[in-house]
């Protein structure tokens, strides 16, 4: 592994003090990161198909207009007012329409599906849903649109008939959802075939697996409502998935060749549309094999792959298929410690590792039309950027990005033009065109949205984690009146699980501006990326295993030690935030080191594992039967006693991701042992607080931490 030199970076979000009159509200700073503070950037940005052309909304988001890559002509294509007009909508902006080829537009409004002519001008109505269609996924190639309704898949053919997939009247029998609850990559359940000859489905079976009530109290009297809730070493989903022919009207059903609750995930579609692609892992997420199937069949052809690990195996990324005229894929692999790139034949044959960094990739971004070029965000050397590179089927691997920072990168259907936007410590945004040969033009930059506000500072550095070796980011924020030789309070706000980074290379340093505004009431915030956080590669966020708490704890303890050696920390007044895992940390860290924080405040927190949902929970905890003492030693309620600290539980009453029965167990053991702490609900919101409501939920934090951090 390379070594991951020490980065010493400080973001001056504020140029000069002069000027500098206006003061954030904790409203805006909740509200209007992305909105009155977006950085300047091309919205909607899309290659035109078949092109070398681009096209953005311009004009407050009301017109589109196209610019060709090779001489910069630009040409008004549309605008709103005339699109309204041809198709009889009324849309407010041109958000969500796409590009359906060269000359043709797909325009949605109100579960309605148009088509809109740049040559002629006309539009026409494709496909109108039902009101209370769900998942509606569109196939570009025949125009036929999927959707569910209930448990049940359907679709719209061309003709605008409505075809009835499934037929289920269990109503625990879903198709066409989300499966595992969105664990490994799934983000849909409908997934059409290159030529729409075929619609592949997920099915899950939640026959067997617990109601969990969640109240809903909009009604008189209130009412429960079941949801399905698998919780750790109980009763699990049994998937399928489902094989539609459009020309027989039949479905064949592939099932898990292993055991009945195995996870299948990953599909992908060969593009000859003869075979399927499915990852199977077992229920321990330690084997998982992808396999290949017959499509028109549904019978099993061959396993390519097979992967163990003793801690976890985790398919994320379906096969990727970089040529419409091969069957040759490329299919994603953290077996030698990070995702890499490897070439394989549908026959099952390594044809090339393309890559082997000692860095992840995150994801295939697309390929060139020859298929002879691969590309996909990485993180390179340094975790806190994502950059994009491009790998040929030799191995030859290239830098596209030149900019250190947080990059999205969209290549054009030939590979010959790349579109980038990026942002880092010092720059809000900038967009940039590179060629074929990588050479760049600056097509828009945005100026600093924060120049007439009061903004402190922020720096990056790294610490060593708690095994002695391993870097751990961090950043640290200050006021914009910072005194060295003054003593300030400090905020620590925590996540600490997988599947997160919370210190990166954009601007702000991937903050919330809140924690701006709480710097400019005279604190400090402080975070740090623990071992067990995204980006860093398998051993860096396996060492939570089967013991969730422990080393994120001692690394945060780290990070502690750290502030306790700065000058100007007052080491008596510190408080600590989280929400979800980020809630465990705060509840864990409160009730194991009582003796470190005077504050916590916690969100959702997941207090008990054994209550939370099997997908997640067993990859990282495995069962209470396998592993009692990590259950047990990261328990939050065998450690009530212990608490000296202000505690503050916050928890969305319609949670469904971690219940309320992980704060209500908590709370009860809180109550038998005597101790006091302070609870808020927040009624018929879900597992975060969104929306306007989002206010009173940071007023309510942080004026918590204030108070009682004095």
Known sequence: MKKISIVFLTCFIAISAFGQTKKLTLQQSVLEQNRQFRADKLVGFQWIPNTTSYSYYSDNLTKIVAVSAIDSKTTEVLTLADLNSALGTNLKNFFGVQWIDSNALLVTENGKYYTYSTSSKKGTLMQETKADCKNPTFDKKRRNLAFTENNNLYYYNANKELIQVTNETNEAIVSGQFFARSEFGISNGIFWSPKSNFLAFYQKDQTEVADYPILDINETPGKLVNIKYPMIGQKSEKPRVGIYNLATKK?????????PDDYLTNISWTPDEKFVLIAELNRSQNDMSLNVYDAQTGNFVRTILNEKNDKWVEPEHPAFFPSEVST?????????????????????????????NKFPVREIIGSNSAGSEIYFKSTGENPTNMLAYKVDLKGNQTLITKDQGIHTCIPNFEGSYFFDEYSNHATPSKSLLYTKNLKATTLLESKNKFTDYQMGTSEVKTIKSADGTTDLYTRLIKPSTFDPTKKYPVLVYVYGGPHAQLITNSYLDGANL??????????LIFTVDNRGSDNRGFAFESAIHGKLGVNEIEDQMKGIDYLKS??????????????SFGGFMTTSIMLRKPDVFKVGVAGGPVTDWKYYEVMYGERYMDTPTENQKGFDEANTLNYVKNLKGKLLLIHGTSDDTVVMQHNFALIKKFIEAEKQVDFFPYPMHEHNVMGKDRVHLMTKVLNYVIENNK
Do not use: C
């Open 514 to 523: 809140w924690m701006y505004w709480m710097a400019e009431q005279g604190y």
């Open 566 to 579: 700065l000058p100007y920390v007052d080491a008596n007044r510190l408080a600590i935030h989280g929400w």
């Open 251 to 259: 479905t064949v059903f592939i099932s898990p060749k292993g055991n």
């Open 328 to 356: 040759n894929f490329v299919w994603i692999s953290e077996k030698e410690g990070f995702n890499n790139l490897y070439y394989y034949s549908i026959e099952g044959k390594l044809i090339k590792q393309l890559t082997q």
